[in-house]
Structures are given as C-alpha cells and as structure tokens.
C-alpha cells in the first residue's frame, strides 16, 4: 500500500468513527491482545497496560492472545491482525512507535523493536489516562481517576530525536523510573583499551602495544588496568590485531550491538617517536597536549576494518581531556561515534557556549555523527542545582548540528523536582515546550492550586544557577563545574531560603489529595538538606565580610556557627535515616558532602584561639563547650579554649620553617616547584613557596600515643587559582609496621573572591586504638593540587594533643527529655566530665533518682545511648526529630505544643518516614495517632 493509499484510508476510516471506547460506566469495553509467542518484554508491556487501567479506573482488562469476542482489542506488538496493517514501523528507529486505528474496533500498539513497543505503551499510558512517573517509587507516580477513558481517533507516529538515552547514578526504584521515561542505552563507549590489549595475553609476547613513558615502556599491572595509560597508536600490528580481537568479542556476542574504543581514565599517552611526529606539539580547547591525530588515525581504522566483517555494529569512544578535539583531516566512519564531554550548563555563559557551538561544527566537519556527554549533577550539589530552559536551548542546539545520542552523569538529588523528568522527556523531543513540560508536573505533583507555589520555588533556584553564579568567581575552566567545592553556596541568600521554605509551606498547605500531600511533604523534607548548607553559606559570607575582628564580628561569626553547625547535624542524621527507607530521600542519590567534612571547613574559618582573649567572646564559647547547644559546636569550642589555655601540647617539629626545612618532605608532582622562600610569612621570616605545580605537598611523621590531636595551616594565595584548585590536610595514622589504620582528611577549595589573606584550615584525629591495633606514628601532609596558575604560601603547620579526651562523650540531652524518655541502661556524665553515674533504667522510671548526684542537673552526657522510643507502629527519635510511621490501615498523626496548636500532621498508609525539623524549638510536646478505629496519644520531648 502507497503511503497515499495509506493516508486515505486512515482519513476515511476516521470519517466513520472519531473514538474507541476503552472502559464505560465501569465497565471494559475492550481487551488487550498479546501474541502467545511474544517476548517477555511486551507481554509485561500489556500487562503493565492492563495493570494501570485499573489503577485508573478500577475495572479490570482482560489480557488474551487473540482478538475473538464482541469488545475492542488494543493490539500489544505484532500478531496475525497486526502484521497485515502495513503500518510500516519499519521506516521508524527502533526506539520508535506506532498508535494506530485501523477499524473502529482495534487500537495497534507496536514499533519496529521490543523497545519501540514498550515505548508505544508508556505513551498510550500518559497520553490517554494521565499518568505521569514524576519521581521515583510509588509516591513519585501520578495516576488520575477516570471513569471512562475512551481513545481519539488520531495516528501517534514517534520515534526519538536522539536515539541513544542514558544517565548514571540512579539507584533502587530509581532505575524502574528511568526505564518509564524511556532510558535506553544503545551506545558502549566507556574507558575501555584495556580489554583490546589485555597485559596477561600482550605484556610479554608485545610489549610495544603499551606506552613509552619518561623513556622506559609502561606494562599495565593488571587487565583490569585502565588508569594512567594508553596503548601505543601508533605501534605496527596493533590495528590488525584489535580488529582480530574485536571480531572475535561479537562472534562470541552476537546480540551486542556496539563496542567502546574509549581512551582508559586521565593521562599515559605515548611519547615515542612515531606517536610524537604524529601528534605534534599542539594544544586543545582545554590546553591540553593534543593526541587526537593519532588516537582516531588509529580507532578509525580497528572501525573500518571490524566493519567489513560485522557490518551492523557500531562504535563509541569519550572525547574528552588530551583527545577533546577534533583530528585534523581524518574523517570518522558513520558509525563511531565521539561522545564530547562537556557541562553544557556552561553554555549559559555567552563565550562558553560560542566556543561549545564551534567545538561542535568543527566536530560535525569531521564526524558523521555526534553524541554528546553531560554532567547534570544533582546530588553532588547541596541546592537545587537546576536550569530548565538552558537545557532545552542546548538540546535543541544539538539536534541541529548532528548530535545523535546523549548520556550524562547525573546522580540526582530529587529534592530537585522536575529537572530529569524535562530532561527525559528533551532528549526523546527538545522541541517539546520546557514551561508546559514545568506547568504538567508541577500540577501532577501537587495539584492546581499548589503547582504555581511549587514553581516558584523551582524558579529561585533557577535564578540562581543561571544568574547568580555565572557571574560568580566559583564558575570554572574545565569540562565541568567544580562541584567539589563547595563555595557556591557562598551566594545563597538568606531570601532564598526564607522565600524557599515559605513556597514549598504554602504548597504542602493547599494540597488535596493524600498523593498531593505526600510529594509535598517530600519535597520539603528534600529542602531540610539544601537549608542545612544554605546556612553555612551564610555563615561563611559572613566571615569572609569580617575585617576586623570586632566583638560584635566574632558573636556573630559564633551565633551562625552554632547555628550552621545544627543544620549540618541535622543533614547527617537525615542522611543515615533515608539511607535505605525511601527512594527519594536514599541517600545513595543525595552525594551531599559529609557534614562532618563540612564543619571541619566551616571552624577552619572560624577558629581563632586568639578570640577567647575577649571575656565576652570567651563566655559564649564556655556555654558552648558546656555542651548546651549542637555536638558539632561544642567540641569545636572546647578546642579554642584548650589551645586558648595552653592546654595542648605541640607533637609536631618546625611548623614555621624558621631554621630549615626539615623534618619536612617535600613532594613535588610532574610540574611545578617548591621551596622555602622569605616573600611572605604567616608567623617568623619564611614559608614554602608552591610554584606553578599541579601537585605538591610537605609532609612529617611523628610518634602519637592514645588520646586526641587536632592540626593545622595556614595557606596564602596571592592572585586568583583554577576554580578546581584544592589542598587537603591530612592525617595518616599508622601501626608499627607502618601500615595505614586510619585518614582524617579536611579538603578546602579556596574562595577566589577572598584570596588575599592568609587562610586556615584544620583536621582533627585519635590516636586511640582502631580495631584493636594501636596507632604508634602519624604522618601529618598538607597537599595543595591544580595550582598551575597561581602561587601558593603555606606556613605554620602544626599539631596539637589535647590534655583531655574529646571522644569520652557522645551526644547532648537534659533531664526533661529524660523524664519523657526514659531508657534503659543509661551511663550519665556531668557535663565537667569529673562524675559518672551508672544505673540501670527501666521504661516507667522517671530518671531522676539516678541523676541526683549529677552537677549540672539541667544538661547531661548520654553515653552509649538509643534514642528511639517505640509505640506500636510509631517509632521516634527525638534528638534528630525523624518519625518512622507503618501502619497497614490508613493512619492520621499530629503533634501539638502544649498550648494546643497543631504543629504537624501526616496521612497516609503502609511505611513513611518524616523528618520533624520544621518544629522549631525543643520541649514537651503532644502526640497524637489514629488508625482504623483506634486514638492514642502521648507526651514527647523534641531536641
């Protein structure tokens, strides 16, 4: 049949009947066909076709093999009625798909693949009965009731602009998600040389396949080997014998459809002659020796040759670092394809993006087809890291100018809503309109009257990133953004958060449905982990302000610090709570930096012994090493005053460098120098000078025995580093026989826009015993790393042992919360650390008679504790405010304060965790539960 001939006859079909009827009046008005020789993948394609139309409309669909009876049949994939249509699903990707009607009685679901039919599914689903897989697991899933769902009469012809979908970084019901929105790799294109020249087969019998390093040939230490080196391109017989290899791998694998030449991880490129006169003495885009005349000279041929023999396979390769570039006069076959690796985010910044645009025509002039590699980090960021429209605007970029399949790093934060969701559905079309895309989920999610709360929420956080922080001196050279560092939050302002929570309140209070509600409440409990950072960014914009030191500075400074410190307290416990209990708040997705990591930068801003001098000053860090606020703030103020009363000792030898360099070691990485110089001091007459190096480092061992030790140093930077510029102080602990037990590490990435003053930075560490074994030396380093571009002074690096233990005490509550929680088997404290009680008590005790002889009755130190009570299908930790609810019936929970007002409700039914921590202030509190016919209440105490 003619596509004309085609054409009239859908034309006139639809002339006769404008829809099928799928289920009326509760009743089924059609069946689902699937061949009994189907694959699994489509008959579970029906089955989720059948098990979604009742979860719409409460009628059942039957599922058979053949269209017999009276009712309607929607055709899943091919069978006798459907291979006779001539829908040519042939002429579509495999990906694609076909919604046809042929008669008035049949709806044909199929594409040319399995995928394609699965697809045709997913969109017959969303399509037709309005669900939406928003986010994952099934509170992520959006299901409209419908009491008739009857089918328009209109071909649905689609197949995807880019054919080829991927991200990584997606875990638990994460992965079902993707696959509902259409994740599909196509494309093998990873690190992967190693396995083409395996060093068990090739290290004795061809040891020219491998790199001429520094002038001595690298032979891999394992097959697994694939960092740090390269195979020789330019080696006679390698391309013959890949090819061999290769055609060896797909007679073996038949159903592989594709296979990766791409380069193994970072550098080890070969410095042999042949590879020397071929590469030449260029540098790329991102100022990097350039490899790529002989990398694809060679790839492109091992392509050509494997094709003769398996003509329909196809070949990927990252082109990334030293072969970012295009290779001047080789022309690669159709069918490899370079993924360009690249944070396209970058191109909201004009120069980055006309660079990115000719970077990618220049690709085009020497490439068939494009793919492009993107880092769409979430959870490695600590806000909503979001740009809806920058997204689409590159997409579509990309579509026109040859880019054919996409991948990216994405390991998402689903506090961030919507933003894999749009970018799905760009990649399967970016001509689709990104706001209406917002406007659906927003909706979905919350309901109506709520969605545009939610997208203004959304809205101050694309703010942010596409205005706020181009202009920002944290925006980086690289391939991507230094997502390490944490300075950008730096620019977060205290209306963002305060705009932020009052949005995502508001939502969550014009919710109607108990799906609505839960997504609301989930979002905002997302938000507790952007606050927490939110708050030291705060903190720390406050400090770099701080010029003078004044009084009023340093209170303030402290007051954030507590404050911050809290919130990071906070992330923590809720990092270790969601671990494994939800699939939005798992923290396997959520890669927030580790708070502890992050108190350590925040006190190596804010510690300055010096400051206990002022007795104001020296009050407040005394209330907060009595242990009345947050754990965190409190050791750190214990540690002001213990260097502040000389109540340390030095362990360390020479931190000044004031007579020589020794007993510092000085390690200096492939370029760059350092040296003891007289330029600049923090303290005395010298420091090291690092010069243009992209590592270095100085280090000292010495002899520690059981207690606690903190360090520090001091770092000065003269003119602005590469924004992926870091130093890390680090402790190594070490047995006898100098192995490592242990290393405490503080990383700080420098703030460019307050270079220019001496900065500090700090690690603290035990020299306890680890797992049995003693600790007997230390090796204390402080390495500095991509500092190419600037110099960089370190100076008085020093460590302490403190006179007392700082690891005696674990945790903070008082005798109130104990009078509400009583647990058993409580070892008590006084908070000068001079008395313990021991005691064993019960549930029904009411504490005090075991804390009569306790100093300070208003604050204790709970040691060894469980902080959890337990009451039928609640379970509660106070300290860290998270409430665990399961109950099978449907269930209602509140907490009023005292006074009566309600402070918190949750609905639901089956196993829901909440976090607590919008209940501001600690005290006693009312709970109440129902569910079924039963009402209880209790009293609680709230850290």
């Not at 090796?779 to 790393?785: H, K, P, R, S």
């Amino acid at each position: 049949m003619s596509k004309m001939v085609m054409l009239f006859s859908i034309l006139f079909s639809a002339s006769l009947y404008a829809a099928v009827p799928v289920i009326t009046g509760s009743q089924a008005k059609s069946d689902i066909v699937v061949s009994g020789t189907a694959s699994k993948q489509v008959k579970d394609a029906a089955a989720l076709l059948a098990q979604y139309l009742q979860k719409s409309t409460g009628v059942s669909v039957e599922i058979k093999d053949s269209a017999l009876g009276t009712l309607n049949h929607i055709h899943v994939g091919a069978n006798s009625y459907v291979n006779g249509r001539n829908l040519h699903v042939d002429t579509l990707d495999g990906d694609g798909f076909v919604i046809a009607f042929p008669d008035a009685k049949n709806i044909v679901i199929i594409g040319p693949t399995d995928f394609g039919t699965e697809y045709g599914v997913y969109e017959f689903l969303e399509r037709y009965l309005g669900v939406r897989w928003l986010l994952p697991g099934s509170d992520g899933e959006h299901v409209p009731h419908k009491d008739t769902v009857t089918i328009s009469v209109e071909e649905i012809r689609e197949e995807p602009a880019f054919f080829s979908r991927n991200f990584s970084g997606i875990y638990g019901e994460g992965g079902l998600w993707a696959k509902r929105n259409r994740r599909h790799s196509r494309i093998n294109f990873h690190h992967h040389l190693n396995a083409i020249f395996p060093v068990s087969k090739y290290g004795n019998t061809h040891p020219e396949f491998y790199p001429l390093l520094s002038g001595e040939r690298y032979i891999p230490s394992s097959d697994a080997d694939k960092s740090n080196w390269q195979p020789c391109f330019t080696a006679p017989g390698s391309v013959e014998e890949a090819v061999s290899n290769i055609n060896a791998y797909f007679d073996a694998n038949p159903a592989v459809s594709s296979y990766s030449l791409g380069v193994n991880d970072r550098l080890g490129y070969c410095e042999c002659d042949n590879c020397k006169a071929k590469n030449g003495t260029n540098t790329n885009y991102l100022g990097l020796p350039d490899y790529s005349p002989s990398y694809y000279s060679w790839a492109n041929a091992i392509v050509t040759g494997v094709l003769k023999t398996h003509p329909d396979k196809w070949f990927g390769c990252l082109a990334y670092n030293n072969v970012a570039s295009p290779p001047p006069g080789v022309k690669l076959h159709e069918r490899f394809i370079p993924f360009m690796t690249y944070d396209r985010m970058k191109w909201i910044k004009p120069a980055d993006e006309s660079q990115g645009h000719q970077l990618t025509e220049n690709w085009q002039a020497s490439a068939n087809s494009l793919a492009w590699y993107d880092y769409v980090y979430g959870g490695q960021y600590t806000i909503p890291r979001v740009y809806f429209h920058q997204m689409q605007d590159y997409l579509s970029y990309g579509l026109n100018h040859g880019v054919k399949a996409m991948y990216a790093e994405a390991y998402p934060g689903w506090g961030e809503g919507p933003k894999l969701y749009v970018m799905t559905k760009l990649w399967w079309n970016p001509n689709r309109n990104t706001d209406s895309l917002l406007n659906d989920w927003y909706r979905c999610a919350v309901g109506q009257d709520a969605a545009e709360d939610l997208a203004e929420y959304y809205k101050i956080w694309e703010d942010f990133w596409t205005k706020t922080i181009p202009a920002s001196s944290w925006w980086g050279n690289g391939q991507y953004l230094p997502f390490k560092s944490p300075n950008y939050v730096k620019l977060v302002t205290e209306d963002d958060l305060t705009r932020s929570r009052s949005f995502l309140e508001s939502a969550l209070a014009k919710t109607s449905t108990a799906p609505e509600r839960t997504r609301a409440d989930l979002l905002l409990n997302t938000f507790e982990f952007y606050e927490a950072s939110g708050w030291y960014g705060l903190l720390c914009q406050r400090i770099d302000k701080a010029r003078h030191w004044t009084r009023a500075e340093i209170m303030n400074i402290l007051a954030d610090a507590a404050k911050a410190s809290d919130n990071l307290n906070t992330l923590t416990k809720l990092n270790a709570q969601y671990e494994i209990t939800d699939p939005i708040m798992d923290s396997r997705n959520n890669k927030y930096p580790p708070p502890a990591e992050w108190h350590g930068n925040v006190c190596s801003y804010t510690i300055d012994p010096l400051w206990a001098k002022d007795a104001t000053v020296r009050r407040t860090l005394e209330y907060h090493a009595s242990g009345k606020d947050s754990t965190l703030i409190w050791q750190t103020a214990r540690e002001i005053l213990s260097i502040a009363n000389g109540d340390t000792s030095v362990v360390s030898i020479n931190p000044s460098f004031e007579d020589s360099t020794a007993p510092w070691i000085f390690g200096i990485g492939t370029t760059g120098s350092m040296k003891r110089d007289s330029t600049k001091a923090k303290d005395g007459k010298f420091s090291v000078l690092c010069h243009g190096g992209t590592s270095g480092s100085v280090s000292q061992s010495f002899a520690v025995d059981t207690g606690t030790y903190f360090a520090s140093g001091y770092f000065f930077i003269p003119t602005a580093p590469r924004a992926n510029a870091r130093l890390i102080l680090s402790a190594s602990l070490k047995d006898s026989a100098g192995n490592q037990l242990a290393l405490a590490s503080n990383v700080v990435y420098p703030d460019t826009s307050v270079y220019k003053k001496w900065q500090r930075m700090r690690v603290k560490f035990s020299g306890n015993p680890i797992n049995g074994k003693k600790v007997k030396t230390v090796t204390l380093v402080l390495l500095v790393t991509d500092f190419q571009t600037s110099d960089i002074y370190l100076d008085d690096i020093r460590a302490f042992k403190a006179r007392y233990n700082l690891s005696l005490t674990r945790g903070c509550m008082d005798t109130t919360y104990l009078k509400y929680n009583p647990l058993p088997n409580v070892h008590v404290q006084d908070s000068c650390g001079s008395k313990i009680i021991k005691g064993c008590m019960d549930t029904n005790s009411t504490m005090f008679d075991s804390l009569a002889n306790v100093h300070d009755s208003l604050m204790c130190r709970i040691v060894g504790v469980q902080q959890t009570n337990i009451w039928e299908g609640l379970k509660i930790n106070p300290h860290s405010k998270i409430l665990f609810v399961s109950f099978s019936a449907p269930y209602e929970v509140s907490i009023y304060d005292l006074s009566g007002i309600r402070r918190f409700t949750a609905r639901g039914q089956g196993s829901r965790v909440y976090s607590l921590t919008t209940i501001k202030g600690r005290g006693v509190y009312l709970l109440k539960w129902k569910w079924g016919k039963k009402v209880k209440q209790r009293k609680i105490y709230l850290e």
